[in-house]
């Protein structure tokens, strides 16, 4: 099972365009069309008559304060998610996010969470709506360039010239890996370059969690520059974001989930 998005780690704002402005953009397709009369994720056997199914989004209250994407997964086991989208404000995470499903029939399994656990914190699950969600990526983007939404643009644009600027040592960083993704997956993402699955590094946290994030050894710094091409390019249903790193990055992150 392929899940899409990591974006526990907004502070730097990188993922909130090209990748929520895609499931935007694409949100009709995704979803279905205006009509109703066809929908791609609509489980077989599961229809809606006359109007087209909701969009499979749940709220999440009372959050643990040090909650990562990989909890929600671990929270919602058995579910497609799509998107997690932590809920801030003035910089502070308020213990709240938005949970977006693959399929609108997963609201109902998602809501049978409803006060169970994450950690020793019980947490509550209530339908949400597609607004409530585009409005929640207006304000963290707002909150996070100052007011303006507008300058996020040029924000991000700054962090993409730069990894063109950045000097390579034959390391990237994946951020953005589904959590089933494995090392034979990301060999084939890169199958352009000779690669062995020793040198990809897929990193977890203290309690074993994946992150969502790899590393990767290059055979040259000319390699890992090449392989920048392969930036926001898709691996499962989710598209991944390359950053330079460095040996001693790697070795850190390696680790810290040992």
Known sequence: MFYRGSYGDVGDGREIFPKRQRLIDQSPSFYGTSSGSSFMYNPP??????????FPVVRLRGLPFDCTEADI??????????????????SKFTGEAFCVLAYPLQIDFALQRNRQNIGRRYVEVFRSTRQEYYKAITNEVSDLRGGSPHRSVSRAKSFDDGKDSAEHTGV????????SAGKDD??????????????????????????????????????????????????GNRYIELFPSSHEELEAAVSRGR
């Open 186 to 235: 990301i060999v084939d993402f890169f199958k352009d370059f000779e690669l062995s699955v020793d040198l990809v590094h897929i990193t977890s946290n203290s309690e074993g969690r994946r992150t969502g994030e790899a590393f990767v050894e290059f055979a040259s710094a000319e390699d890992s520059k090449a392989a920048m091409a392969k930036d926001r390019m898709t691996l």
């Open 73 to 90: 997964a671990d929270f919602f086991r058995g579910l497609d998610i799509v998107d997690v989208l932590f809920v801030r404000k003035n």
């Open 45 to 54: 056997g599961y229809s809606y008559i006359g109007q087209p199914p909701p």
């Open 172 to 179: 990237l960083r994946l951020r953005g890996l589904p959590f």
